[in-house]
């Protein structure tokens, strides 16, 4: 299974969690937090009421992750 350019996912917490995401082909395909932090996989504590947000970049082979600001 191959990501489609541009896919999205939008995972909401309603409660303080904690996530753990890895991607699945770990010989091409990298997670990027920051342009500074790029990984296999990261692990973070949410607060709640957060939206985590991840974006395919095909061209780059990244998933780019991003948090929304508590509501």
């Not at 770990?26 to 937090?33: A, D, E, P, V």
């Amino acid at each position: 299974f191959s990501p489609i350019d541009g896919q999205i996912y939008f995972i909401s917490s309603i409660s303080n969690a904690a996530f753990t995401i890895r991607v699945g082909n770990t010989s091409s395909h990298r997670l990027s937090k920051t342009s500074s932090k790029i990984d296999t996989s990261y692990k973070w504590d949410v607060t709640r009421d957060r939206i985590v947000m991840l974006m395919w970049d095909k061209v780059n082979l990244i998933w780019k992750i991003g948090q929304s600001a508590a509501w």
